[in-house]
């Protein structure tokens, strides 16, 4: 049995907020050639691996990366 909170692990005080650096991470995650589209490739790509040692790198990869 578990219990969820939903709660940081650390505080987060952010004293000066900067949005062109925000966008910049946010990018860095999300967009095309960010790491959540990268992640998804990795997993994409497994279903057509023959080989099943080769597709369970691919899963450990796109599992891991984000």
Avoid at 35 to 52: F, I, K, N, T, V
Wanted: glycine share 10%; net charge positive.
């Amino acid at each position: 049995m578990w219990s969820y909170e939903k709660k940081l692990q650390y505080p987060v005080n952010i004293k000066n907020p900067n949005p062109k650096l925000a966008q910049m991470i946010i990018s860095q995650y999300g967009g095309p050639d960010g790491e959540l589209g990268a992640s998804l490739r990795y997993l994409s790509q497994r279903y057509a691996m023959p080989y099943a040692e080769l597709k369970g790198i691919l899963t450990d990869i796109g599992s891991e990366s984000p």
